[in-house]
C-alpha cells in the first residue's frame, strides 16, 4: 500500500544522531510506505535548518537529497527537550512520540521510536521501543492514537519486525 499524497495526517519526527547516508534515509522511508494506508502518520525528518517548523507541511519522501546528522550526538533528552519546545505544539506533528535513526540504525536497520513529552524519563523502559524500519511509525501511531501504550505487553529487549509481530494497519 501507499500514502495518500491528497489526504492530510498527523507527521512524526524523525531525528538523525549520526550520520545516516541518503541510501538509508531512503530505505526507511520507503519502507514505512510498505504497510501504509492513506490514513498513516508521515515520518518528517528535522533538522536545524528546520527554523520554520510551523510551516512545514509535507512528510519526507524518497529521494533525499543530502546525508542527515542534524542531532549529531545528542542524547533522548536533548531530543526530547527539542520535540517539547519546537514541535510538539504545532498542530500537523504527532504530540508525543517520535523517532531516531542513530547508529545502531546503522548497522542493523532499526530505528528508535520514543514517547517523548514533559514527564520524558531516560530510565523508563517504557518510554522506548526499537522496530524495524517497516514498524516504527505504526507503532508510534497507536501509541499516538491511544489504541496501546507504546509496545504495551511487548518485550523490551526484542527488535519488532513484520517478522515477529503482525503489522498495524
Not at 531516560?122 to 501504550?149: H, I, K, M
Amino acid at each position: 500500500m501507499a500514502y495518500d499524497d491528497d489526504n492530510e495526517t498527523t507527521m512524526v519526527p524523525v531525528f538523525c544522531t549520526v550520520d545516516v547516508p541518503t541510501t538509508v534515509i531512503d530505505t526507511f522511508l520507503t519502507r514505512l510506505a510498505t504497510y501504509a494506508t492513506p490514513y498513516s502518520f508521515r515520518p518528517r525528518l528535522i533538522t536545524p535548518s528546520s527554523d520554520t517548523l510551523a510551516a512545514i507541511d509535507t512528510p519526507s519522501k524518497p529521494p533525499t537529497s543530502t546525508p542527515a546528522a542534524p542531532f549529531t550526538n545528542q542524547s533522548l533528552v536533548d531530543l526530547n527537550t527539542y520535540f517539547v519546545e519546537h514541535i510538539r505544539p504545532l498542530p500537523q506533528f504527532s504530540r508525543s512520540l517520535f523517532i531516531v535513526l542513530d547508529a545502531r540504525t546503522l548497522t542493523d536497520e532499526t530505528a528508535l521510536v520514543v514517547s517523548g513529552g514533559p514527564s520524558f524519563d531516560t530510565d523508563d523502559q517504557e518510554e522506548t521501543l526499537r522496530t524495524d524500519f517497516y514498524l516504527a511509525v505504526s507503532f508510534a501511531q497507536q501509541a499516538e492514537l491511544g489504541v496501546t501504550d507504546l509496545g504495551e505487553g511487548l518485550d523490551r529487549g526484542t527488535v519488532w519486525t513484520v517478522h515477529n509481530t503482525t503489522p498495524f494497519s
